[in-house]
């Protein structure tokens, strides 16, 4: 499963079940590359109609892509077609206004404070019929900081000082201080409707949809729920180019069977490729071809340390110098087309590729006799060789919760299991319904440890705080001050060389108290129609919905 991190505000993370989390904010690929990676057409040379379909990996949860329970890699991919996107990102992640949402915007740092004024197009509007307003910035923004509201994620709200209604189209932005991040936090706004109470915002749309809180080139036409088939149709209240496609659907699947139904072309998209067996049957079709490009998403486990044995700092460490992350790579990666030695991630924000990587994880790499140790310190005894170590009449033994039909974790599980017996731990897995995996039990912290997928954002020093700070993306229960003091720094701090070194400060700090640690980045390897243009292995890059479509 995977959580996202760029949801309708460009500044958030989101996670997957079949797990990804990564903060990119560069590109290694060339600028050719890239175009080969979405079959980048003009939209004149594209043909007008055809369907385009993709797979789920569960029910969507809360329709509000803001919400925690709502914070999905699936439905951030429908949010991409229904969904007000205020700025457009090229291939190295950076912003620049799109004009079907804003005709303008200007940014001033003076006397240490950013202040941006945005036009908004009179044209745009919600569906409901009413235009998008400054006054949807103001409701949204004052409502992040109440803690009634269920967001996945405020990170850089708290850095907003005032927001200014100039005329019907125009707002201003005032920040506290200097923000570089600042065209994340205004990169889009939920109507003001939708945010007119905690309610609302929080279960208004926990059981359906609502179009008219939506604004972009297509709208949900359905939800079967009974065939768990959501339906999209171009929007006849958008005002930009005409989508050429006329219509998109997301089937939920269980993991395993997307391969079958992309090789029997019931499914179209294939995104993220994670096993030998998918990449091989994706080969098969002999319509489609595999686009590649970097990787958004990162592999993890996550522990949770508000309560039992895993509460205790050394046993985290134990565990993670027991785990033998190399190891789990090569068997998730094996026959995939993947270096697996250059993916092993050593950093929580920046990919190896990245300006400003630095490999944090030496001084906690694999080392079963450090893991020992630790735990010996800790005063967890061996009864015998071998044996599972206890501690005043107390096994070391832990949960493992996985996804059902998920293979990559289950494999990771085991591998894991396996690992830490060494060391005298002991792993007993806890499988749980694939829909209710993320709301019924990450989210509410009923968990010991798991593994899913962060996938990330153009903003890598963004995002601290969401899940290593007060948010309530943070599953691992876990406040640590010197970091949440680093986080506030971080946000504002305008020498892209101190940002770069303070948040690698703060990566260290999160491998020493293992709050959670990665396992590798993924490549992005998609599967589509040879045929389909403006769409693949995106990147960081962002897409108009509109402008994808199938050549002649």
């Known amino acids: 499963m995977m959580i996202n991190r760029r949801m309708f505000l460009a500044g958030t993370a989101s996670a997957a079940m079949l797990a990804t989390l990564a903060a990119c904010s560069g590109s290694s690929e060339s600028g050719a590359t890239a175009a080969k990676a979405i079959n980048k057409v003009e939209r004149g040379s594209l043909k007008q109609g055809g369907t385009l379909r993709f797979g789920m990996g569960t029910p969507v949860a809360n329709w509000n892509n803001s919400t925690v329970d709502g914070n999905g890699v699936d439905l951030k991919n429908i949010y991409n077609f229904v969904a007000p996107g205020f700025f457009d990102y090229d291939d190295k992640g950076e912003a620049k206004p799109n004009p079907n949402f804003v005709t303008k915007v200007e940014d001033v740092t003076k006397d240490g404070k950013t202040t941006v004024t945005m036009v908004l197009n ?13 006054d949807d910035f103001i409701a949204t923004i004052k ?3 109440d803690k009634n509201y269920l967001w996945a994620s405020t990170d850089g709200y708290d850095q907003i000082e005032k927001v200014e209604k100039v005329d019907d189209t125009t707002v201003k932005f005032y920040f506290k201080s200097a923000f570089p991040d600042w065209t994340s936090v205004i990169s889009g706004t939920l109507p003001k409707e939708q945010v007119a109470t905690a309610e609302v915002f929080n279960n208004g749309m926990a059981k359906t949809y609502n179009n008219d809180w939506y604004a972009g080139p297509f709208k949900i036409e359905s939800y079967n729920e009974a065939q768990q088939v959501v339906t999209l149709v171009p929007n006849e209240k958008w005002w930009g180019d005409k989508p050429l496609l006329d219509k998109v659907t997301f089937r939920v699947l269980d993991s395993a069977a997307e391969a079958t139904s992309f090789a029997n072309k019931e499914i179209d998209v294939l995104d993220y490729i994670i096993s030998a067996n998918t990449y091989k049957q994706a080969q098969q079709r002999t319509d489609a071809e595999v686009r590649q490009n970097f990787g958004l998403q990162w592999r993890h486990f996550t522990l949770n340390a508000s309560s039992g044995v895993l509460a205790d700092k050394a046993v985290r460490q134990a565990l993670m110098r027991a785990t033998d992350r190399a190891a789990i790579t090569k068997s998730s990666l094996a026959g995939m087309p993947v270096d697996a030695n250059k993916v092993l991630l050593g950093n929580h924000f920046f990919m190896p590729s990245q300006e400003g990587y630095v490999d ?3 001084k906690w790499s694999h080392d079963v006799e450090a893991a020992k140790k630790l735990l010996d310190g800790a005063g967890w005894k061996e009864p015998s060789p071998g044996a599972i170590r206890v501690k005043d009449g107390k096994k070391l033994s832990i949960k493992y919760t996985r996804p059902t039909a998920v293979p990559t974790t289950k494999t990771e599980s085991e591998l894991l299991q396996s690992q830490l017996k060494k060391i005298g731990m002991e792993v007993v897995m806890e499988d749980v319904e694939s829909a209710k995996y993320f709301k019924d039990y990450i989210n509410k912290k009923n968990f010991e440890i798991t593994s899913f997928t962060w996938q990330g954002t153009p903003y890598p020093m963004m995002n601290i705080g969401q899940i290593y700070g007060k948010g309530n993306s943070n599953f691992t229960g876990q406040s640590i001050k010197e970091l949440n003091e680093l986080i506030d720094k971080i946000a ?12 690698n400060q703060a990566d260290e700090i999160i491998w020493e108290n293992v709050l959670n640690f990665p396992i590798y980045e993924r490549m992005q390897l998609t599967a589509v129609p040879k045929k389909l243009a403006n769409f693949g292995a995106v990147g960081l890059a962002s897409y108009r919905a509109e402008d994808i479509g199938f050549t002649a």
Do not use: F, L, Y
């Not at 009179?122 to 400054?134: D, E, F, M, T, V």
């Not at 504002?492 to 948040?503: C, F, G, L, Y």
């Open 360 to 362: 944090n994880s030496t």
């Open 143 to 145: 409502c992040t900081q």
């Open 122 to 134: 009179p044209k745009a509007k919600w569906n409901s019929g009413r235009q998008i307003s400054p």
């Open 492 to 503: 504002v701090e305008a020498d892209h060389k101190k940002r770069v070194a303070m948040t």
